[in-house]
C-alpha cells in the first residue's frame, strides 16, 4: 500500500517571497507521482506530475517539483508567488505497474498568500 | 472542452431522504472515479469504473451508497438513505486510460451535500 505525508498542514507566506510545500511517501512498489491544486470552491486541477525521465518536473503557473528517490519526496517549490496562488495543495502517488488507478492523496496543505 | 460536469452543485437534504449525484465525463475518456472530499477523512476515493464496469469499490462506505455507468456519457452516486455524516463535497474525475498508466485525473467542480 502507499501513503503520502504533507508536511505542513498550512503555509502562509508573503506575495513575491519564494515557497516550498513538502511531500513525502512510502511505498513499496515504484510510483508515479503528482501534484494538484485545489481553488476555493473548485475541483481539483493537475499543477505537475513526474513519471519518469528528469527528476526535475516543471509544471503550469510557474511551479516545479523535485523528485527524490532515495529520499521518497517530492517536494513543490515556487520562486516568487502571486496572491493568485492562494489554495489547496494536494500531492498524490499511484503505483506505476501496469493498470494501477487509484490515487492515494495527502491531506493537502493550505497556501495563503498575504499582500 | 465543457470539462467534467457535475450535478447538482450543492444539495441540502434531510436524513433519511434519497440524493442522487449525477456526472459527466470528458467525451473520450474511458474511467471515471467518485471521491469524496471530508475535512477528518481528505480525499477518498469511493468507486472507479473502466469502460462503464465498475472495477474497484472497496472505498464505499456501506450498502446505502451504490454507483452506476449505465453508458460513457454519464454516471450517478446514490446514498440512500442518507446520514448527516455523508455531509461532504463529492467529486467526479475521469480520464483517459492507457496501459501505460500516470494519466491524469480530471476533476469536476464538486457537489457540496448537506444532510442536516
Known amino acids: 500500500a502507499q501513503s503520502v505525508t504533507q508536511l505542513d498542514s498550512q503555509v502562509p507566506v508573503f506575495e513575491e517571497a519564494p515557497v516550498e510545500l513538502r511531500c513525502n511517501y512510502s511505498s513499496s512498489v515504484s510510483v508515479y507521482l503528482f501534484w494538484y491544486v485545489q481553488y476555493p470552491n473548485q475541483g481539483l486541477q493537475l499543477l505537475l506530475k513526474y513519471l519518469s525521465g528528469s527528476t526535475l518536473v516543471k509544471g503550469i503557473n510557474g511551479f516545479e517539483a523535485e523528485f527524490n528517490k532515495s529520499q521518497t519526496s517530492f517536494h513543490l517549490r515556487k520562486p516568487s508567488v502571486h496572491i493568485s496562488d492562494t489554495a489547496e495543495y494536494f500531492c498524490a502517488v499511484i503505483p506505476s505497474y501496469q493498470g494501477a488507478q487509484k490515487l492515494v492523496f495527502g491531506q493537502g496543505t493550505r497556501l495563503t498568500i498575504n499582500p | 472542452d465543457a470539462g467534467v460536469i457535475q450535478s447538482p452543485r450543492h444539495e441540502v437534504t434531510e436524513m433519511g431522504q434519497e440524493v442522487t449525484l449525477r456526472c459527466k465525463p470528458i467525451s473520450g475518456h474511458n474511467s471515471l472515479f467518485w471521491y469524496r472530499q471530508t475535512m477528518m477523512r481528505g480525499l477518498e476515493l469511493l468507486i472507479y469504473f473502466n469502460n462503464n464496469v465498475p472495477i474497484d469499490d472497496s472505498g464505499m462506505p456501506e450498502d446505502r451508497f451504490s454507483a452506476k455507468m449505465p453508458n460513457a456519457s454519464f454516471s450517478t452516486l446514490k446514498i440512500q438513505p442518507s446520514e448527516p455524516r455523508d455531509s461532504a463535497v463529492y467529486f467526479c474525475?475521469?480520464?483517459?486510460?492507457?496501459?501505460?498508466?500516470?494519466?491524469?485525473?480530471?476533476f469536476g467542480p464538486g457537489t457540496r451535500l448537506l444532510v442536516l
Open positions: 474525475a475521469s480520464s483517459l486510460w492507457t496501459s501505460g498508466g500516470g494519466e491524469t485525473q480530471y
